[in-house]
Structure formats: structure tokens, C-alpha cells
């Protein structure tokens, strides 16, 4: 009985083994295909990897083609600069022959005023009248001087410094008849003279 009972477990506990044992094969099995998907996972997201930084690589490198074919197409656009330079020159030079005009016709004006203030005070003397004129004429360091200011800020720096030529002290400078000046030292002189009388009429009160 007891012999019967033993053999009884040791089928029960073979069963059992060959059950395990083909468990453990299936799992081996399983074990041995997820290593290999995981190899070929770990394959594939090296080549994603490496794709991402030739990738990353070349766009930079188009970054940096991109940013030197702008430039290149900038400096060969030169011409449109020149255009736009060209203009507003221009614009500026209108803008200064209207001015000066428009100041020469102030000075007219301002000297007419003052001709006639004169008159005015030797007719009437301390009259209402000349207190008027006296005081139109003193409303231009209140109306003007701040233009006056801002024009001459602007523009002082423009005005270019004649350049100081060096004489060779081996060669006498040329006679001059003394009459008459050249027409370099004639028109530098005219200049001068010019914008001279610019500033000066900027800066009174």
C-alpha cells in the first residue's frame, strides 16, 4: 500500500516536472525571442539615432548656405542701395536749395522790417506802432532759435574741413599776379564765404 502510494506521487510529481520543464521551455523560448526584439529594437533606435544627427547636420549646413546666399544676394544688390542713396541725396540737396531760398527770402524780409522799425522810430518815436515792429522782430529768438539749433547740429559735422596741401619747401610756390584768384581758390572761397554766412546766421539771436 505504502509502495502504491509512493509510486502514485513520484507519477504525480513527473507529471508535474515534464510540465515545468515545458513551461521553462516556453519561457526560454519567450526569454530568447524578447532579447532578440530588443536587440533589434536597440539596432533600430541607433539608426534612428544617427539618422536624427545627419539630419540635425545638414540642416545646419543649409542654415549656413542659407545665411551666406542672403548675403551674397545682398552685396550683388548694391545697385538698389546706390538707388536709394542716390534719391534721398537728392531729396536733401532739394530740400537745402528750398531752405536757403526760403531763408534768403526771410533775410529780405527781416532787413525790410528793420529799414522800416527805423523809419518808424525817427517818425513817431516811442510809438505803439514801432512797439509792435520791436517786438515781431524779437519773436525769432522764441520762433527760430530752436530750428536755428537743430539744422546747425545736424549739419556741422557735414561740412568737410578744406585739406591742408603740404608745399615742397624745395619748389618756390607759384607767382600770382595778385589781381586775381584761381577758379579752385575762387569757388573754395565762395564756399567759405557761403556757408560762413549759414552758420553765423544760425547762431545770432
Keep these: 500500500m505504502e509502495s502504491a502510494a509512493i ?28 532579447e532578440q526584439q530588443i536587440a533589434q529594437l536597440r539596432e533600430s533606435l541607433t539608426q534612428a539615432q544617427d539618422t536624427v544627427r545627419m539630419h540635425e547636420l545638414r540642416l545646419a549646413e543649409k542654415q549656413v548656405a542659407l545665411a ?14 546706390l538707388g536709394r542713396y542716390r534719391e534721398a541725396r537728392d531729396r536733401v540737396a532739394t530740400a537745402a536749395k528750398t531752405f536757403l531760398a526760403e531763408l534768403d527770402g526771410y533775410d529780405g524780409e527781416v532787413i525790410n522790417l528793420r529799414k522800416l522799425l527805423e523809419e518808424m522810430r525817427a517818425k513817431f518815436g516811442p510809438d505803439e506802432r514801432v512797439g509792435k515792429v520791436e517786438a515781431a522782430l524779437g519773436e525769432e529768438q ?14 556741422k559735422w ?48
Excluded at 515545468?20 to 525571442?33: G, M, Q, V, Y
Design 68 to 81: 551666406e546666399a542672403q548675403r551674397l544676394e545682398r552685396l550683388d544688390s548694391y545697385e538698389e542701395d
Design 7 to 34: 509510486s502514485r506521487e513520484i507519477l504525480e510529481l513527473e507529471g508535474e516536472l515534464s510540465s515545468l520543464r515545458a513551461r521553462l521551455d516556453e519561457d526560454n523560448s519567450s526569454f530568447t525571442t524578447l
Design 158 to 205: 557735414r561740412i568737410a574741413e578744406p585739406a591742408k596741401e603740404e608745399v615742397d619747401e624745395a619748389e618756390p610756390p607759384a607767382e600770382s599776379n595778385g589781381d586775381e584768384l584761381s577758379d579752385d581758390l575762387q569757388k573754395a572761397a565762395a564756399q567759405e564765404g557761403r556757408t560762413s554766412r549759414i552758420l553765423e546766421y544760425f547762431n545770432k539771436s
Design 142 to 155: 522764441e520762433k527760430l532759435n530752436g530750428s536755428w539749433e537743430a539744422v546747425v547740429e545736424a549739419t
